[in-house]
């Protein structure tokens, strides 16, 4: 099988600021039960997801063109930019920001414990 990926455009992304643009590559069905997200995520300018807390699975970022805020589990902020590959660990939050006038892309990965 071959398709497109499934674009959906989030406002406010858990109580982030702005606009978010998923560009879903699997569908929940298609993870069988082993996670619930595989998509490349545009962060739009001067947009956020917001802080939250992932209970029961984890969740890579990698970096692909941009650059933002990554806000980790303890609250500390790093600058992120391509190649750059932002882990949090089952218990552990977290949240990103694009402050910048160009978008913020990357692929995100959420996945069972």
Known sequence: MVRKT???V???ARGGAGTVEFYDILAPEEFNGHG???AKTVIKPHSSIGF???E???EPYYILEGHGVFV???KSRTEVGPGDVCVIEVGQ???IENNTDEDLVMMALVYNA
């Open 93 to 95: 939050g977290h949240a």
């Open 56 to 58: 029961a699975d984890t």
């Open 52 to 54: 939250h807390v992932h």
């Open 6 to 8: 499934i674009k959906r």
């Open 36 to 38: 619930r997200l595989y």
């Open 72 to 74: 980790d589990n303890d």
């Open 10 to 12: 989030v406002e406010n």
